[in-house]
C-alpha cells in the first residue's frame, strides 16, 4: 500500500475532528509523525479546532507549543484557530496576545478577535475592533451583530443590520438572519421582526431551514402564534429544530393542546423527540395543570427514550405539582434527584417556594426551601426576596427585616422589575424605581389629563 499522502492524513483528520472524536484525532496525528510525515498549516489548524472540543485546554496548549516549535506561528490561519481555541476556553488574554504578535493579519483574524471579546461580554472592545478593522466583510457584521445581542444591546443589533443594508451595502447570509432575528426575539419588537422577515423573503433566505426557524421562534417569543405557524407550516422538510420551537412556542403562549397536537404529528411523521422536545411538553402540561400527562412524560423521556433528566426537565415537574398543590410529590421529585437540584447556578426550588406563601400551605416547607436557596446562591436577589415575602405573608415581620438585612450584608440589590409597551414600531421600557426619561413626563400628564376628563364626566352625567 503506498504511503498516505498530507493530503490524505488532514482528511483522515479533519472527519473525525467534524464528528467530535479528539482522541482519534491525535492517535492519527502521532500515526503521521511516526511515518516520517511533517505536519503543515492545515493538520495544525485541524489539531487545534480539535482541542477547542475538549473538556479542558491542556492539550490545547501542548499542541500550540508543537505550532511554535515546527516554525508555524507565523501563519495567519493558524492564529487564527489559536485565537478561537483560547476564547473557548474563556483565556482572553492569550488570544489578545497572539493577535497582537501578528506579523500579517487577514480579515478573519480581525473577526475571530471580535469574537473573542463579543463572547466574553467586552462588547465596547469588540465594537472598537470592529471600526478599527481595515477591511470588514458580512462574517465579521454577523459577528457583531450577534455579539450586541448576546450582552443585551439588541436596538445596536438591528440598528446594525439596518447600516449594513442601506449604508455597506453588503449582503447578508442565513446566519446573519438567523442573529438579528435572535435580536428581534430578545427586544420582543414584533415590526423588527417583520421587517427582517421580509428582508430574508426578498433576498430568498427565508426559504432556507435555520432561517424559518429562527423565523417561528421569533414571532413565538412575541405573541405571534399565527405568524409561527405560517412559517412552520411552509417548510417542507421539517428538521427536529422546526418541531421543537413549535412545540414550545405553543407552550409558553398557553397553548397546551396545541403543542400536545403538534407532538402527536411530529411522533407520526418518524421524528424522535430530544431534551428540549420533553422541556416544551412539561412545559405546556405545567401551565395547563396537566398532572398525569406531564408525569407519563417525564417517565417515557427516562424509561422509553432513554434520555436522563436536566435541571429544566425536573423545574418544569416541581412548578407542575406545586401548581396543583401537590408539595409533598415536588418534595419527593426533588430528593430523587439530589445531584441536580444542588448543581450549581440552578434554581429549581425556587417554583416551589413560590406556591408556599398560599394559606393553605405549610409555612416550614417554604421556610426550608427558602433558607436553602440563600445558602446556596447567596450572592443572588431571588432567595432572599422570595423568602422576604413568605414570611411578610405570614406576618413575621421581624424575620422578614433580618433577611433583608442579610442581603445588604452581602450587598445583594433586588433585581427591578420592568415592563414594556410597543408602539408604532418603537419599544418602551418601564423600570421599577427609574426616574423618568425620554417622554415619560409627558406620558404622566396625558395620564392625569384622562383622569381629569373622565372625573368631570362622571360629575357631568351625575354619577
Known amino acids: 500500500m503506498p504511503a498516505r499522502s498530507n493530503v490524505a492524513w488532514n482528511t483522515l483528520l479533519m472527519g473525525h475532528s467534524r464528528s467530535g472524536n479528539a482522541k482519534r484525532c491525535f492517535d ?67 488570544a489578545v496576545q497572539i493577535f497582537q504578535s501578528m506579523k500579517t493579519r487577514t480579515t478573519a483574524s480581525w473577526n475571530s478577535l471580535i469574537d473573542a471579546h463579543a463572547r466574553h461580554g467586552c462588547i465596547e472592545q469588540a465594537a472598537t475592533l470592529f471600526e478599527s478593522a481595515p477591511e470588514t466583510n458580512v462574517i465579521s457584521w454577523t459577528t457583531m451583530i450577534g455579539g450586541f445581542a448576546r450582552n443585551g444591546y439588541t436596538s445596536e443589533a438591528i440598528a446594525l443590520f439596518a447600516k449594513m443594508l442601506t449604508k455597506e451595502y453588503i449582503h447578508p447570509d442565513d446566519f446573519t438572519f438567523g442573529t438579528v432575528l ?9 415590526a423588527n421582526g417583520r421587517m427582517v422577515h421580509s428582508c430574508a423573503f426578498q433576498s430568498g ?41 413549535m412545540l414550545f412556542g405553543l407552550a409558553i403562549n398557553g ?19 430530544d431534551e428540549v422536545t420533553f422541556t416544551g411538553l412539561l412545559t405546556a402540561c405545567s401551565h395547563s395543570g396537566l398532572l398525569e400527562q406531564g408525569r407519563d412524560f417525564f417517565e417515557s423521556m427516562v ?7 436536566k435541571p429544566e426537565h425536573l423545574s418544569c415537574v416541581i412548578d407542575m405539582y406545586a401548581r396543583s ?12 434527584y439530589p445531584e441536580i437540584v444542588k448543581s450549581p447556578d440552578r434554581d429549581l426550588p425556587e417554583a416551589l417556594l413560590s406556591f408556599c406563601s398560599s394559606d393553605n400551605l405549610d409555612f416550614w416547607i417554604g421556610r426550608k426551601v427558602g433558607d436553602d436557596i440563600v445558602a446556596r446562591a447567596p450572592e443572588r436577589d431571588t432567595g432572599y426576596v422570595m423568602l422576604s415575602n413568605l414570611l411578610c405573608a405570614s406576618g413575621q415581620w421581624d424575620e422578614a427585616e433580618r433577611v433583608r438585612r442579610a442581603m445588604a450584608e452581602h450587598s445583594v440589590k433586588k433585581s427591578p422589575g420592568c415592563s414594556w409597551i ?8 418601564f423600570v421599577s424605581s427609574e426616574q423618568a426619561v425620554d417622554r415619560t413626563d409627558s406620558l404622566y400628564d396625558v395620564t392625569y389629563l384622562l383622569d381629569y376628563e373622565m372625573r368631570n364626566s362622571m360629575l357631568l352625567s351625575g354619577v
Request: hydrophobic residues 40%; contains cysteine; charged residues 15%.
Open 325 to 336: 398543590g401537590n408539595i409533598s410529590n415536588a418534595i419527593e421529585m426533588m430528593e430523587h
Open 303 to 309: 424509561s422509553v427514550h432513554g434520555l436522563q433528566p
Open 28 to 94: 492519527l496525528f502521532n500515526g503521521m509523525r511516526m511515518s516520517g510525515l511533517t505536519c503543515d498549516d492545515a493538520t495544525l489548524c485541524i489539531l487545534v479546532d480539535a482541542c477547542a472540543e475538549l473538556p479542558n485546554p491542556s492539550t490545547g496548549f501542548a499542541v500550540h507549543k508543537i505550532v511554535v516549535q515546527s516554525g508555524w506561528s507565523d501563519i495567519p490561519v493558524v492564529n487564527n484557530s489559536l485565537i478561537s481555541f483560547y476564547t473557548k476556553f474563556s483565556l482572553l488574554d492569550c
Open 255 to 273: 397553548l397546551s393542546k396545541e403543542a400536545l397536537t403538534v407532538y402527536e404529528s411530529m411522533v407520526s411523521h418518524n421524528v424522535s423527540p
Open 422 to 429: 410597543e408602539v408604532k414600531g418603537k419599544v418602551k421600557l
Open 182 to 190: 435572535h435580536a428581534c426575539t430578545s427586544a420582543p419588537c414584533l
Open 205 to 245: 433566505f427565508a426559504a432556507y431551514l435555520y432561517v424559518a426557524n429562527s423565523l417561528m421562534d421569533m414571532y413565538a417569543k412575541c405573541g405571534d402564534i399565527e405568524g409561527a405557524s405560517n412559517v412552520f407550516d411552509a417548510i417542507h422538510q421539517k428538521d427536529l429544530v422546526s418541531w421543537n420551537t
